[in-house]
């Protein structure tokens, strides 16, 4: 019987190990496809990276968008009332996509500071706002001036 | 009146299952039978009144009583009749009637069907899901009363959110609970268990049918959404790896997990302090599954607009639930006899790979999922976790536990001979790998991506093909299969061979629409064409068109191939009058073996539309595959040894939990 005992000890040892092997690599490629948010505001400060891809959100910038001439590329900006950044997109925007609304865009920064995105995402319930762009949104509330905040207050 | 009454009943529903909760547990340990006898007629007012709170919800949406608050920001008299019965699970409070309705479903279900359980294992079951009842019907009362009425009454309702006015989705919720709430029958059984002290092969075969029913529900509830998605979002894609998709697909992978390790405590008496774990934690996926879709803590397509007391409260819930079954497990565990012990090859050893691979993938979701809860909540930035993460877990995995699945059941219980296995397996691999490199050859398919799938779904194939030759040459030949069928433990079988061979279509499906399909996204002005792998495009333009309730953008996409039309398609964009909300219908030409996929984009002047094109090959597998999953739990749930089980319940518990012997 110690053989079986045996046998089941290193049968045990093989799944711990596997296991061990399976979460390693898998919290390893975990960190290269974390993508953060930042907000307009900090985009403008330069906290955000230059080469890696991340997450841009905010409200459209009323009057912003614009159509290039090969009629596929959006320019448009988000802004979160304080500094505003631009977005190119090309493809079609989803439904919910207009000026006001507040949208995440995944992308990254291109040389001349435009943000150059590959999806734009608008979400399905106008009451509801992403949680980072109502965070973000919040944030310059917070340490606006107080006029402006009074002014735009409840956004 | 009425939806006073639909309130009246729900707060009698609270007051049967809190009674249900307590008298026939207490019964079984006081010696009371008369207690314990209650718990039937309980189940039922339970239910009864379930049904009268909803029927009242649903009556109050039929009539257009606006002065319900529900009512009037979901309803609306220009919806149709059908979409009328929706919208009542069409938000929040809604849904969570619907919860309780099938919850209180499956209760009565269990006292009905379940005749043949010992009375006092019954009670114990149905008491447990009187608690469970308990804490969703308090939910309901005190933080999300559907029956809430609002003055002044307004004139006309908020209607529905139009991306849920379609036949796909009215049903997608129902399915979807009936497979969240069903998990919560093998939960009250595996805490039933642990009350009573007994856990063994009975109670595994007790539990199995209610648990593959379960998982059933889910698997099609997913597959709808997954269809449901691809239809209505209007960019092709069937599954996000959104946290609302990860939260049904959470517990999924936990019943399966499930399903597979009763199967070794039905047969085996092995595995069973694992097999209720998995029970415990896969009924508490679905919870947390609730919470993250009702509580709005994360981004999602999905995700209500918030209220932090409705967090709380589930969060507080899901706590009470997951802390108290699993401190009870840590109190009985050790009395739970050792099962039936196995050498390192034998099925045995198969299965548990299988569940550990189950477990987890499910870690990962969970990791994935709730990541971005957890570096918020530590301050150390906001993030997301990209979807390519997720479908590279999958890709690692999913091999590995085809390479199980393939194996499995050709190899024996308790002990298999290794060399009789590799023999038995040696044709199917020399299929599988041969066809696998052939696909993956530069002159062929050229893709490594294809050469893996078309080697896993033939393996798949192969080794089901092996098995099936081999049980039915034990039966007579073909002759014997129909007799195999009828027969106990055949449609468990079939059920098996079917859900694995939804697995190889699944495979391929997913595959060869991700690595193969083409996308295009045109301006287009009326009359112009575009080519596309064959197919000509032709756009004939947009016109409007008034429906009940939406105006819609009516496009007209004209496909021809070599000269010969294919499909004339109607993609839309409607706007829905209420809400002001714009829609996309796809227009699809559904195909066996390719879907052609037209999505509006918007009008550019002049007629011009910008146009998203798709051929999207073998798309239609992933959920055939799914539907067949599915199916072959059907089929194992409808196995004759799993009703008529009074009679052998004795015979079976001798037969099933084999002597611990010195393996163990």
């Not at chain 2, 006309?156 to 379609?166: A, H, I, R, T």
């Not at chain 2, 009789?420 to 050859?441: Q, V």
């Not at chain 2, 009516?554 to 070599?562: A, I, P, S």
């Not at chain 2, 199916?631 to 749930?637: D, S, T």
Request: net charge positive; hydrophobic share 50%.
């Amino acid at each position: 019987m110690k053989t079986a005992r045996k046998k089941r000890l290193y049968l045990i040892l093989l799944i711990v190990a596997g296991v061990g092997v399976a979460a390693a690599l898998a919290l390893n490629a975990f960190n290269q496809n974390l993508m953060f948010f930042y907000s307009p505001s900090e985009v403008s400060e330069g906290k955000a990276p230059a080469a890696h891809p991340f997450r841009l959100g905010g409200l459209v910038t009323e009057g912003s968008v614009t159509r290039l001439a090969n009629g596929l590329t959006t320019r448009f900006e988000v802004t979160d009332m304080d500094k505003t950044v631009s977005i190119e997109y090309t493809g079609i925007l989803p439904d919910l996509f207009r000026e006001g609304q507040g949208i995440v865009a995944h992308g990254s920064l291109r040389d001349d500071g435009v943000f150059v995105a590959d999806e734009v995402l608008a979400k399905h319930d106008e009451n509801y706002m992403p949680p980072e762009v109502a965070d973000a949104l919040k944030k310059t509330h917070d340490e606006g001036v107080a006029a402006a905040a009074a002014k735009e207050g409840g956004s | 009146m009425i939806p006073e009454l639909g309130q009246f009943a729900l707060i009698l529903a609270l007051c049967m299952s809190l009674v249900l909760a307590v008298v026939p547990l207490a019964g079984t340990f006081v010696r009371m039978p008369a207690w314990v006898a209650l718990a039937r007629p309980l189940a039922w007012a339970q239910f009864v009144f379930l049904a009268i709170s909803f029927a009242a919800l649903v009556h109050a949406f039929l009539v257009d009583d606006f002065s319900v608050l529900y009512v009037a920001s979901h309803g609306n008299t220009l919806l149709p009749t059908v979409y009328k019965v929706s919208a009542v699970w069409g938000a929040h409070e809604g849904s969570l009637l619907l919860w309780a309705l099938i919850l209180g479903g499956w209760t009565l279900a269990v006292s009905l069907y379940a005749r043949h359980l010992p009375e006092v294992v019954l009670a114990r079951v149905l008491s447990v899901m009187g608690m469970v009842a308990i804490g969703f019907l308090s939910f309901l009362l005190f933080t999300s009363n559907p029956f809430e009425r609002v003055f002044p009454v307004p004139v006309e309702g908020g209607e529905l959110n139009p991306l849920l006015q379609d036949p796909g989705l009215a049903i997608h919720p129902p399915m979807l609970y009936m497979g969240y709430v069903g998990l919560s029958v093998a939960f009250s059984f595996a805490i039933a268990a642990l009350i009573g002290g007994r856990l063994d092969a009975a109670w595994a075969r007790w539990s199995r049918p209610w648990t593959l029913v379960a998982w059933v529900f889910l698997t099609f509830g997913i597959v709808l959404g997954s269809w449901w998605a691809y239809n209505e979002l209007g960019w092709g894609g069937w599954w996000f790896w959104d946290p609302v998709e990860n939260a049904s697909f959470m517990p999924w992978l936990a019943a399966t997990a499930l399903v597979h390790s009763l199967a070794v405590t039905e047969k085996r008496g092995a595995f069973k302090r694992w097999t209720v774990l998995l029970a415990l934690l896969a009924f508490s996926l679905s919870l947390l599954g609730t919470f993250l879709v009702r509580s709005g803590v994360l981004t999602s397509v999905h995700a209500f607009a918030s209220d932090p007391a409705r967090g709380l409260f589930i969060l507080l819930f899901l706590l009470a639930v997951i802390g108290g079954s699993l401190l009870l497990y840590a109190v009985r565990a050790p009395d739970i006899s050792r099962g039936g012990g196995f050498a390192s090859v034998s099925r045995e050893t198969l299965l548990l790979g299988n569940n550990v691979l189950l477990v987890l993938m499910t870690a990962l979701v969970l990791i994935g999922t709730l990541a971005p809860l957890l570096y918020d909540a530590m301050g150390w930035g906001k993030i997301s976790v990209g979807f390519p993460w997720f479908n590279s877990m999958l890709v690692t995995f999913m091999p590995l536990m085809v390479l199980l699945m393939g194996i499995g059941p050709l190899t024996r219980w308790k002990q298999q001979e290794p060399g009789e296995l590799l023999k038995r397996l040696r044709l199917a691999l020399l299929i599988s790998a041969g066809a696998g490199l052939a696909a993956a050859l530069p002159m062929l398919g050229d893709s490594w991506a294809l050469g893996l799938a078309v080697a896993l779904s033939l393996w798949l194939v192969t080794t089901l093909l092996t098995g099936l030759r081999q049980r039915l040459r034990a039966r007579g030949g073909v002759g014997g299969l129909w007799k195999d069928f009828a027969g106990r433990g055949g449609r468990s079988y079939y059920g098996m061979l079917l859900a694995h061979l939804g697995v190889a279509f699944f495979i391929m499906g997913i595959t060869v629409a991700t690595q193969f399909d083409i996308e295009r996204d045109e301006r287009m002005s009326p009359g112009q064409s575009v080519e596309m792998t064959g197919y000509t495009f032709r756009f004939d333009g947009v016109k409007v068109v008034q429906g009940p309730n939406y105006r819609s953008q009516l496009g007209t996409v004209q496909v021809t191939r070599d000269g010969k039309q294919v499909a004339v398609l109607h993609p839309e964009k409607r706007v829905y009058t209420v809400q002001r909300k714009p829609m996309t219908e796809a227009g699809v030409d559904a195909g066996f073996m390719r879907d052609l996929y037209v999505s509006l984009g918007e009008g550019l002047g002049n007629g011009d539309w910008s146009l998203r094109l798709y051929y999207k090959p073998l798309v239609r597998w992933i959920w055939f595959g799914g539907l067949l999953i599915a199916a072959g739990g059907l089929l194992a749930a409808s196995d004759p040894r799993y009703r008529h089980l009074l009679q052998r319940h004795t015979a079976s518990d001798s037969a099933g939990v084999l002597p611990a012997g010195g393996r163990a």
